[in-house]
DNA sequence: TGACAAACTGTACAAACGTACATGTACGGG
DNA sequence: CCCGTACATGTACGTTTGTACAGTTTGTCA
């Protein structure tokens, strides 16, 4: 049966491309400016070729968002196991996030994305879960409240970082890190609220304290 | 002299109008689906009160972004004139971030504006002053590090809320304010970098310690 | 090799767009 | 009262858009 063999002029490839150029194009001139005529010339092909693989431009559309998707949460997932492997402090931390703003493309995936969720509610659902994963893991580390400070701040870095020619110092990030992630030194204050999740939860890891 | 007294069917409350409802469509469409017929329909005007008064559809965006632009600016200096009242807090920031999420209006303003921002560098430059003066009236207090990591941070508090259905809690952000803007208690360290300005700089006003 | 299907491509068309402009209307000075 | 000017409005035109589709090319199997 031929159904696994079936490739005769490589038509997935054409539509991957295709989807490439259009997830290029959203980056550069955003999600509304995206025309059928842009993405053929973009990708090299007729303009006829867009409307075979998609039946929508809106299919289209969601393809490509869904790629620019992909490459952060790719990134996330990197970023997790760097973090996790060297420990959840501010330092390593601070460390990841500057050399990703070095990644043009990833920064710019990323706003474009979280762009594209503030008007359509299933890539919003994308964006909140990314905000979960960051999380969910510095939250073991540092309970779930900092967890979330501290993501809301990587986010502001990452906003900074499109708005902005020069990037924010990496010593920027870690003492602000640093700030949201570690308790007060010397509390005398009743301290009501949850002070959850020591750092001892952590399965230890070879974290160093200083960097 | 029928110069000041000319106001015959009142051309500039119309043109008022016709901005408004741009600025209101660009929050809810987004700039680059903004179209004549989409603003005249918004407005209750004709399609051709919208080319009277703006020679081009660049225009009126124009004049629409610059419209949203003057709200964030005003909720800014509105902020900056509480903020200064009763000192440069984390507590007080805080509350005044908190409360400024319930007016869903002017997080979106923000928001739409910091979204043109990323394709158009005019928009940038507004972009970049408003981060430039938050800095601005914390600086004296808590040094330009500080400052610069607390407007980050909050940026980041006024994406979580477009992106999510509920604000972050008034303590949260307390909290993470309070991490970044405090020096770290019984610091041993060199400190070797800038530990500009301190608290004393202010002209003193009346700033309670607690809230 | 012949034939069939899958893949490809250029063209066409209705709808919506930005914009121009001729016509209509209201108002203040004479 | 009337007239001129500034404002208002509807229509029309050339372009660009999304999408459909007839026709062509390409590769595979009998």
Excluded: C, N
């Amino acid at each position: 049966m031929s159904e696994a063999q079936r490739r005769r002029r490589d038509p997935e490839a054409r539509r991957r491309e295709i989807v490439s150029a259009a997830a290029e194009l959203i980056v550069e001139i955003g999600v509304d400016a995206l025309t059928h005529r842009k993405v053929a010339a973009r990708a090299g092909v007729p303009l006829g070729a867009t409307t075979q693989y998609f039946a929508t431009l809106d299919d289209l559309r969601d393809a490509a968002v869904h790629a620019l998707a992909d490459e952060v949460q790719e990134r996330i997932d990197i970023t997790r196991r760097a973090v996790l492997a060297d420990g959840v402090t501010p330092a390593g931390l601070a460390r990841l996030i500057h050399e990703g703003l070095r990644d043009a493309r990833a920064v710019q995936a990323d706003r474009a994305v979280v762009t594209a969720a503030v008007h359509d509610p299933r890539v919003r659902a994308l964006a909140r879960h990314w905000s979960d994963e960051v999380v969910g893991f510095i939250s073991p580390v540092h309970g779930p409240d900092r967890a979330r400070a501290a993501a809301v701040f990587i986010d502001g870095v990452l906003w900074h970082a499109q708005i902005h020619d020069e990037p924010l110092d990496e010593s920027l990030i870690r003492d602000a890190l640093a700030g949201i992630l570690t308790p007060p030194a010397a509390a005398s204050a009743p301290a009501a609220a949850a002070a959850p999740a020591a750092a001892s939860d952590i399965p230890a890891a070879s974290a160093p304290a200083r960097a």
